[in-house]
Each structure stands twice: as C-alpha cells, then as structure tokens.
C-alpha cells in the first residue's frame, strides 16, 4: 500500500485542485446568488416592518376614536 500511495503521490500533486469533485464557481455563484438574496430580503423586512407598524398606530388610532367619540 506505501509502495501505491508514494507512485501516486506526484501525479496527485499536479492535480488542480479540487474539493472532492465539487465545481469553486458554481460555488462561488451559489454565495455570491445566497447573499443578494439575504441583501435584498433585509431591505423588504425593514420596509414590511415600518408599513406594519404604520398600520399599526392607524388601526389604534382609529379605535381609539370610534370608542371614545360618539
């Protein structure tokens, strides 16, 4: 087994490298695509949350109202 695993060292050397057969762009796209996602789902989250708690203060105010003018 040393006498395979030192002949096949040097060829495995020249290999580029690869991480068990996975492709680094595809990879990296894969990020790069997770992160604008994540970008672009925060902006939303802040927007949704000033448009609820807009609502929020209208809904209150308006109950407010109906129950305390006749």
């Known amino acids: 087994m040393l006498a395979t ?3 096949l060292a040097p ?6 490298l690869q991480l068990a057969g996975f492709d680094l762009t595809r990879l990296l796209i894969a990020v790069v695509a997770i992160g604008v996602v994540i970008f672009v789902g ?3 989250l802040s927007v949704a949350w000033k448009i609820v708690t807009i609502a ?3 809904i209150g105010l308006l109950w407010l109202v109906s129950n305390f003018l006749p």
Do not use: G, K
């Open 11 to 16: 060829a495995l050397a020249l290999q580029p």
């Open 56 to 58: 929020a203060v209208v």
């Open 42 to 44: 925060r902006f939303i």
């Open 5 to 7: 695993l030192s002949t």
